[in-house]
């Protein structure tokens, strides 16, 4: 199963245990924010842990919360975009990645315009209406560039749109310039150069 495989990257891309005043997510742990999060079970067992002279490095050794982070990776991303019914796991990942960081809709909706900007003038398959909706057309869609064996440049469009985006948010907001280049770098950069 491919979700095993992409839960390793994005527990590594998305760090351990923070607390960024300039971050709107504020504390965060395994990039799941308390603030847009609060109900995760996880919280009670980090707040249990912060008693402890170790904390934060302690939290490294509860499974119980280890397994917690992979069911809320599992339910709020991965079976929200239907992971498990997707292939290649390259776009499994790219779509699992991009919507830890920016959602599942955002996700999606690179997805769909990039499938757009690529039927060749509609000779492929019609533009697809971007909603963000990961629905049979879409997917038969998809299917259309896997089988002329396009998923590369597939990627690559997915991960241009996902950096200029990225650039948008940067520009509109000057806090978030501090998160740019971490932004580029692995959401963006790592994803081109897998599929060298």
């Given at each position: 199963?491919?979700?095993?495989?992409?839960?390793?990257?994005?527990?590594?891309?998305?760090?351990?245990?923070?607390?960024?005043?300039?971050?709107?997510?504020?504390?965060?742990?395994?990039?799941?924010?308390?603030?847009?999060?609060p109900?995760?079970?996880?919280?009670?067992?980090?707040?249990?842990?912060?008693?402890?002279?170790?904390?934060?490095?302690?939290?490294?050794?509860?499974?119980?919360?280890?397994?917690?982070?992979?069911?809320?990776?599992?339910?709020?991303?991965?079976?929200?975009?239907?992971?498990?019914?997707?292939?290649?796991?390259?776009?499994?990942?790219?779509?699992?990645?991009?919507?830890?960081?920016?959602?599942?809709?955002?996700?999606?909706?690179?997805?769909?315009?990039?499938?757009?900007?690529?039927?060749?003038?509609?000779?492929?398959?019609?533009?697809?209406?971007?909603?963000?909706?990961?629905?049979?057309?879409?997917?038969?869609?998809?299917?259309?560039?896997?089988?002329?064996?396009?998923?590369?440049?597939?990627?690559?469009?997915?991960?241009i749109?996902?950096?200029?985006?990225?650039?948008?948010?940067?520009e509109?907001?000057?806090?978030?310039?501090?998160?740019?280049?971490?932004?580029?770098?692995?959401?963006?950069?790592?994803?081109?150069?897998?599929?060298?």
């Open positions: 199963m491919f979700f095993d495989d992409a839960i390793k990257v994005i527990l590594e891309r998305e760090g351990k245990y923070s607390i960024d005043k300039d971050d709107p997510g504020g504390e965060t742990y395994r990039g799941i924010s308390r603030r847009y999060h109900g995760w079970s996880g919280w009670i067992l980090i707040d249990e842990h912060k008693e402890d002279k170790y904390f934060p490095h302690n939290l490294e050794a509860d499974g119980c919360l280890f397994n917690s982070v992979i069911t809320f990776y599992k339910r709020v991303f991965w079976d929200r975009f239907q992971g498990d019914l997707l292939k290649p796991y390259s776009l499994c990942l790219e779509i699992f990645d991009t919507s830890v960081h920016e959602g599942v809709t955002q996700a999606v909706t690179f997805l769909q315009e990039s499938l757009s900007i690529l039927n060749r003038d509609e000779k492929l398959f019609p533009d697809l209406l971007v909603d963000g909706k990961l629905g049979p057309v879409t997917i038969s869609a998809l299917n259309v560039l896997i089988n002329l064996d396009e998923i590369d440049i597939l990627l690559l469009t997915m991960n749109r996902q950096g200029n985006y990225l650039f948008e948010k940067a509109e907001n000057p806090v978030k310039e501090k998160y740019i280049r971490g932004w580029l770098k692995n959401r963006v950069e790592n994803d081109i150069k897998s599929l060298k």
